[in-house]
């Protein structure tokens, strides 16, 4: 998505007993689409038990910093607008 960085954008998950989907803006735009499997248990969908947010803009660590960092890219921002969560 061209603007992903530059513009404020819709990020939300449909969560049901059965599928999570993660869209951008839309819930039309979906981007990725998780299905429970048939046979389901807490290692193949844990998702059946109660989950928190956690919102950050780490840097480093095992996988992003295993090279190192460029440090031009500082000061770095993470702008969020609000968070709301809905339940049917």
């Given at each position: 998505?061209?603007?992903i960085?530059e ?10 007993d059965?599928?999570?989907k993660?869209?951008?803006d839309?819930e039309?735009n ?19 038990k ?15 910093g ?8 500082f000061?770095?921002?993470?702008e ?9």
């Amino acid at each position: 998505m061209e603007t992903i960085e530059e513009e404020f954008h819709t990020y939300g998950v449909l969560w049901t007993d059965k599928y999570m989907k993660f869209y951008i803006d839309t819930e039309d735009n979906i981007q990725l689409n998780f299905l429970k499997p048939s046979i389901s248990n807490s290692d193949n969908w844990p998702f059946s038990k109660p989950f928190y947010f956690l919102i950050n803009i780490a840097v480093g660590g095992n996988w992003g910093g295993l090279k190192g960092v460029d440090d031009t890219i500082f000061p770095a921002v993470m702008e969020v607008d609000y968070v709301r969560v809905y339940q049917k």
